[in-house]
T-cell receptor, first 115, second 110 residues
Framework: KAGVTQTPRYLIKTRGQQVTLSCSPISGHRSVSWYQQTPGQGLQFLFEYFSETQRNKGNFPGRFSGRQFSNSRSEMNVSTLELGDSALYLC??????????????FGPGTRLTVT | GESVGLHLPTLSVQEGDNSIINCAYSNSASDYFIWYKQESGKGPQFIIDIRSNMDKRQGQRVTVLLNKTVKHLSLQIAATQPGDSAVYFCAETQLVNLIFGKGTKLSVKP
């Protein structure tokens, strides 16, 4: 079974631009979560989508948005890029294993550099 | 606010020794905990998990201990190998969104 794929792997943008990142979950997984990883803040939860609906949202400004398509593929968008948005953006697909337990599988991430 | 943190940012061990990575959490309502390993250039990889109704869980060369009284998690790696060199994160969850600690970098000396 193929793992989580993210495209592109690397991206360089300038301040004020916008960017769209893509994530394809593992086949059969309906939940997709996005995380931002920086040296200073570590891994922070952005949002989670399930069956095309945003189910959970982290504490990020409205410039960060996402969506999920009927095939479970997800995109996240960052508008009006700031230098501080430079980070590794990770996507994870999940399936429930009982109770509140989920097995999450991460993709390799998209390294975004804002100049 | 609620957070998950790690006691030590770096840990250096000799190959073949056992490693212990510690983690403190503050949300007593969290009922599921996971340890992840992240190698350079890769996303986090699931190692082992434990539910709050358990004290200990063993995997292949890894053991996770949960002490709910002091809100402490530990990951024990037996016979540490060079391939274990990575950053290790603990995470707590109540729903799908994981709250991660800052990470501990494990370096294995040959």
């Amino acid at each position: 079974k193929a793992g989580v794929t993210q495209t592109p792997r690397y991206l360089i943008k300038t301040r004020g631009q916008q960017v769209t990142l893509s994530c394809s979950p593992i086949s059969g997984h309906r939940s997709v979560s996005w995380y931002q990883q920086t040296p200073g803040q570590g891994l922070q939860f952005l949002f989670e989508y399930f069956s095309e609906t945003q189910r959970n949202k982290g504490n990020f400004p409205g410039r960060f948005s996402g969506r999920q398509f009927s095939n479970s593929r997800s995109e996240m968008n960052v508008s009006t890029l700031e230098l501080g948005d430079s980070a590794l953006y990770l996507c994870a697909s999940s399936f429930p294993t009982g109770g509140s337990s989920y097995e999450q599988y991460f993709g390799p991430g998209t390294r975004l550099t804002v100049t | 606010g609620e957070s998950v943190g790690l006691h030590l940012p770096t840990l250096s061990v000799q190959e073949g020794d056992n490693s212990i990575i510690n983690c403190a959490y503050s949300n007593s309502a969290s009922d599921y905990f996971i340890w992840y390993k992240q190698e350079s250039g890769k996303g986090p990889q699931f190692i082992i998990d434990i539910r709050s109704n358990m004290d200990k869980r063993q995997g292949q060369r890894v053991t996770v201990l949960l002490n709910k009284t002091v809100k402490h998690l530990s990951l024990q790696i037996a016979a540490t190998q060079p391939g274990d060199s990575a950053v290790y994160f603990c995470a707590e969850t109540q729903l799908v969104n994981l709250i991660f600690g800052k990470g501990t970098k494990l370096s294995v000396k040959p």
